[in-house]
């Protein structure tokens, strides 16, 4: 069999293992899926009335525009789950037994990381059903969600570079659970909840710059409006460049972390 | 008026019966050893006891109280130091004696004093401002029996207090509860150390499974196994052997570690001879040979089938269950 | 037996306030003795406010809201969450102890059950100052309205009493699990109970289907009593609503918290 597809093979069995782990264990799934869910429900009753405010993107509801929001936050939580649950593995000493395995040794970081890319699928999947079901319009239909679908798995995978960056650096969960309120930070200072026009100073010009706001324009477009080429290339630079870095972040952990053992 | 009463004692779990209608008696100002392996239901019992935990059936009362109809009675008469020594690592050695004071219902003056007076009789003075976390195992388990102190109990109940202390930790803690004891104190011991049983008890009950399976004084108890028996080490090829020719001259018992051969020999030192004869004509070469009297390890293995301390040699190879 | 003399000797009363400031004495070294253990319960409601504020801080211009600043309409929301989540990291912590056999030492005592869960509940209440006050000289630097000293006093007093309840609620969820798992459930249910209020926006401009949760959750007599001060005048009217909407609150958690520390036994 070919180096490719051995890798392939162990980034897939490690991948499955990270997303086995998270739905054995209620308490991981909660702050992805719960929370968000929570904050969904809130945000659009609490601040719903916002969309009649003059520059509001033309909508069928606030639910429709925050469901991308929504998306990105559980998404955050999940590639920040994921390094949580990396840093335990090198706490207890399971990732030593990898790095003695005869496997490449990206393919331990590139198997978490395609488990956090899954769960952040399971997002997407999880607010696009929300959405449908409390009686928001998918404006780019089947293909608008399936590009949907496909940025925020992709931007899990970018985040959980830095999570996973992160865990293999510190070597401690809780270091990776302390920067909880970071992706909550991150968030508030992106269009992810509110269109960045209407934000106020200085978190609109913050939002403005902000790499999270493109992919939530990018996720976000397909739903309200349907599906836009600027916006979506601007997502997917946003993305790449996210995922360039957390490649490079968790390379130079990964090296870090086999010298010091 | 006994110290402790317990009759038809249980505790059910859903459909594990942890304790199953035990009955036992503590006299005032005895040391009664409370003896068995991980998980027999030793420590269910001192829950039990020291309503942490109520009983699904029987009755006990303690110092005179009903443990589940007087319980406030209970608690104001003993002190506790439970097999997990429940400190507090932010608080210093001092702290900790002064809010188990308080708890226990002490004046602010009398818990000061009270405070010093327990930390010197418990070696710990020097180290009283210092934080619990910083504190060696055995400080730790001191600190713990000193807070258990603070209201000068009528009734003391330890379980396993010296369970992963060192030798030196453990007799520090045997001369406190034998100090204690003299000064009128009943104190309720579990343990899964047939030494420290032997040391201190009075009076001890064996437990296995939930169910008291001998209670006497160790001597008594020994006297009722009778019997001294002859350990052999043999080669592990040569065991079979060994195990047939000693059935000619007595009682073989199941074999300890696995390894060596037991056998139970009515005469003592006497019967030693006919061993070796035995084992030698049937061509079995011996390692070793040791005539050993009677343990609580033996009362054990007469009473269970099975040695204790096999059981504690295998526990701490792998997890502890809660007994 | 001078020890057991002196344990008779003293009023029952005298004993449970010496236990309870005992135990509230204890829960301060968490904050003192453990260095940047304050923060996290200071960093989620100041996000929040800095947040929420600058994402929605345009909805002020909507028809219906009678302020334009959007830092005193959302500041006590702030300091209410903040108070939130110091009560339920009271019943995370409650939950360790219990792990970790700390509890066994509290009921092994005769002291009364009500004595031992006052003096988690207290220590929350006082703690819940720390948070808030932060929030608040945030959101004073911000431009937020000055309350005036008595919708000060009454935010602080719904604030205490707020995390008073979160404590009940999260040491009935520690004593009935008895692990720190049942941490996620303690918050989330103390976040939606503040949130699902017209914690965003006027009750008038809620979505239907939030309106008529707000109007039936207690906590939003509570909002609209902490939130006087800074969007307008303190009157007695606007304030005993929230009063007795957290004795209730209180009487309720305050009896299941109770009822399961009674039941650590069976």
Known sequence: MSDLATTARVVGALGARSIRQTFRRPQLISPIVVFPTLLLAIQTGGAGAGVELPGFPPVQSFLQFMLAGAMMQSMMLAGNSGGIAFAVDIEMGFTDRLFAAPIPRFAIVLGRLAGTAALGLFAAIWFLAIGLIFGAEIEGGVPGALLAMALIAASALAVGGIGAAIALHSGSASVVQGLFPLVLVVLFLSSAFFPQSLMIEPARTIAEYNPLSFIVEGVREPIIAGIDATHTLEAVAAIAGIVVLGLVLSARALRHRLQVG | ?323 | MEAAANTLATPAWRTNLATILALMARAKNELVRVPGAAIPGVLAPTIFFLGLNGVFGALTQLRGFEIDSYESFIVPVSMLQGAGFTGAAAGVNLARDYEQGWVDRLLVSPAPRWVLLAGNVLAASARAFIPATFVLAIAFALGAQWPGLDGLAVCYLMVAATAAVAACWGSMLALRFKSQSAAPLMQAGMMALVLLTPAYAPLALLQPWLESVASVNPLTEVVEAARQGFVGSVSWSDTWPGIVALAGLLAVFGALALREMRRTNV
């Open chain 2, 1 to 323: 008026m006994p110290a402790i009463e317990v009759a038809g004692l249980e505790r059910a779990f859903g459909e594990v019966r942890a304790v199953q209608g035990i009955d036992l008696e503590v006299a005032d100002g005895e040391i009664y050893g409370f003896l068995g392996p991980n998980g027999a239901g030793k420590t269910t019992t001192v829950r039990m006891l020291t309503t942490l935990l109520l009983p699904t059936g029987g009755r006990a009362s303690v110092a005179g109280h009903d443990v589940v109809d007087e319980a406030r009675q209970v608690r104001a008469s003993i002190g506790v130091a439970l097999q997990e020594a429940a400190l507090d690592p932010l608080m210093t050695g001092r702290e900790l004696i002064r809010l188990q004071a308080t708890l226990q219902g002490l004046p602010p003056a009398a818990g000061r004093k009270r405070a010093d007076e327990l930390l010197e009789r418990v070696g710990l003075s020097y180290a009283a401002e210092r934080r619990v976390g910083a504190y060696s195992g055995g400080m730790q388990r001191r600190l713990d029996l000193a807070a258990a102190l603070v209201h000068e109990p009528q009734v003391l109940f330890l379980d396993e207090p010296t369970t992963g202390l060192d030798p030196v930790s453990r007799k520090t803690i045997w001369e406190e509860v034998r100090a204690l004891n003299d000064g009128g104190t009943t104190v309720f011991l579990t343990t899964q150390y047939l030494e420290e049983a032997d040391q201190l008890a009075e009076n001890v009950g064996i437990i296995d499974s939930g169910r008291i399976v001998a209670e006497g004084t160790p001597e008594a108890l020994k006297g009722e196994v009778g019997h001294p028996h002859v350990e052999l080490l043999v080669g592990e090829e040569a065991i079979a052997a060994a195990e047939r020719a000693c059935a000619e001259v007595g009682k073989v018992l199941p074999r300890k570690d696995g390894k060596r051969v037991l056998l139970e020999v009515e005469n003592g030192s006497a019967d030693i001879p006919r061993v070796v004869r035995a084992l030698d004509e049937a061509g079995v070469a011996v390692e070793s040979l040791e005539l050993v009297r009677p343990t609580l390890d033996d009362v054990f293995v007469a009473k269970t089938g099975y040695h204790l301390e096999d059981e504690e040699e295998k526990e701490s190879g792998g997890e502890m269950a809660p007994a």
